[in-house]
């Protein structure tokens, strides 16, 4: 085992969009489980939208990351040690090790994974938190009616793609947002969204909303939010009576500064928004994930046997090297990514 | 029966707070009802807040009043000429008869009245479509449970006085806000709120905030949303997790120039509003009572006896004369009320 680590901190709290000096990598001495711990070394480490979020010392729903603390994630990877009963080594394990080469964890908080039933990658992914978050949010908030129209943005983000086949299987007609020519070929193509509106092609709200009246003729009844800005002010007028709007995040504002004066110059003002929503009789329901884990056994049960026979596909992004992490974030957060941002660690 | 009706027509649109200029008190010859109709003697009328809405020409879930139309509105009188069975002379009848002395309506929009039950003043507030308002909104939407806290603004209009003293009478801390001591008092000692925060007393968001948080400490579960702007502000930060909020009107914004630029000023911006929603999963139901009329007999049901007896109270505001109802309106959208506003015009 070698006896030096590597992880990535929080070296400043970015200024808008995050850039390199916001991050570093160190290099320190291996540590040793202690009682009910394992040590992992890291195999496949998650980039996720929400991560942006933690940057910031703004309250919300969870601790910022303290400067010159570990950027925090999970991670899938391999026993080395354990002193927890139920974790041998060897053993393929999810867990919250962050974005590290190694790291030790309560065992309580890990998750063993089959690598037999499929790749440990999924873990992060399609049968992760982000596919979890669109089962979750579709069913519980969205409460899709077959013959509805579904939008999605992000839509082969691995969200976005969830939702949108989840929804096609129970008869809905699905919409998908998505930027560049290509991310829309594969979500219509790979992922069977009915339509997918190419974000880039508008450089207006009036002009993205024009293709979302094309795409979505009879309006749209589930909006599952993830992404906020124009898409969100284009969308709004064309929610039908009655629609839903599961709303998980808002990537389109995570670099707005805090959201506070910064992003008042959205056209999209509190008044404007809340007349919307009293007009048109709309639900808007904001969720965080992890106050749902009591229902992710019940996911597994559902969509994992789609996974397994291809009913739900998945794409995934793959990076190499730990020190590219910061790369592939800032990437993921200006959609650069394809499907699933993973950074291949070990 | 006189020759000559009044009515009170549109004079011109309102840019802002209306006044006298944008209303015209009209003459002219008394209308005989034809098919199916009956002509009635106006005896009250109601005035509501989102009779502002519809001066503006804005698209909104009811078409504008049109520039030289009558005002309008529901009215209780007696009927003096029907050509509709089952409506005789001299019945006692709700309908949509507007700011007007007489009126023809299509017999099938009318409710007739029983007034050996209850003043027929309560069909236009207690038990008309503001105690309904209350009452749909806070069981369908609030889904209140005992222990938790509402707030409910405008507490004691009537749809804020009929949510708290359901809200009490389900086990809930009821907390008001409202302008002014009297209207605390009034708040408290009839309507038996077990709080009410004078938002006169606090000339900005942060005051309103600390006196919020004194009078609802455990934090807010459900806010009956009718009034939006500063109260709705310093409210946000207080929603208990998995909290719910009815929207049914934002008086504090319908003066603001159509909602756009001119309430961007507000320091409430669409991204604010959003994020909120998300950390602190909450969801926000917008409705419009006249999508719900199938359940206003459920609500006679429950409610007429509680008015009956004596344990829902409520407060009416009556100005004499037709010719008075803009001062009125004017009045009640600055708060100058206390209680169901009321023209007796008869």
Not at 122 to 150: D, S
Request: net charge negative; aromatic share 8%; with cysteine.
């Amino acid at each position: 085992m070698s006896s030096q680590m590597q992880q990535i901190v929080l070296a400043s709290r970015p200024d808008g969009a995050p850039g390199h000096d916001n991050f570093r990598l160190e290099t320190s001495d291996m540590p040793t489980p202690g009682a009910g711990e394992i040590l992992v070394k890291v195999a496949y480490m998650s980039l996720d939208p929400y991560m942006r979020g933690r940057m910031d010392d703004a309250k919300s729903y969870a601790a910022p990351v303290p400067l010159g603390g570990k950027m925090e994630g999970g991670s899938v990877g391999h026993v080395i040690a354990s002193n927890a009963d139920g974790f041998a080594e060897g053993d393929a394990v999810f867990g919250p090790f962050g974005w590290a080469s190694h790291a030790v964890a309560d065992a309580r908080m890990c998750r063993k994974l089959n690598p037999d039933l499929a790749p440990i990658t999924t873990a992060l992914g399609v049968l992760g938190m982000p596919g979890f978050t669109g089962w979750y949010g579709l069913n519980e908030i969205g409460k899709p009616k077959a013959g509805e129209t579904l939008l999605v943005a992000a839509a082969t983000g691995p969200v976005g793609s969830m939702v949108g086949q989840l929804a096609k299987a129970k008869g809905l007609r699905a919409v998908g947002v998505a930027g560049g020519p290509d991310k829309c070929k594969l979500a219509t193509e790979t992922f069977g969204f009915d339509a997918c509106v190419d974000h880039r092609a508008h450089d207006n709200v009036s002009g993205l909303r024009d293709a979302l009246k094309e795409a979505a003729p009879d309006g749209i009844d589930v909006y599952f939010e993830n992404v906020g800005g124009p898409v969100l002010e284009a969308t709004l007028p064309q929610m039908n009576r009655f629609g839903r709007i599961p709303l998980c995040g808002m990537i389109a504002w995570y670099n707005a500064g805090g959201l506070g004066d910064g992003a008042s110059s959205q056209g999209l003002t509190g008044p404007k928004l809340w007349r919307t929503l009293l007009v048109n009789h709309l639900t808007v329901t904001g969720f965080i994930i992890a106050n749902h884990w009591d229902r992710y056994g019940e996911f597994l049960t559902e969509v994992a046997p789609m996974v397994a026979d291809g009913r739900v596909k998945y794409e995934e992004d793959i990076t190499e090297g730990l020190e590219n992490a910061p790369q592939a974030f800032m990437d993921m957060l200006r959609g650069g990514n394809t499907g699933k941002t993973i950074v291949k660690v070990g």
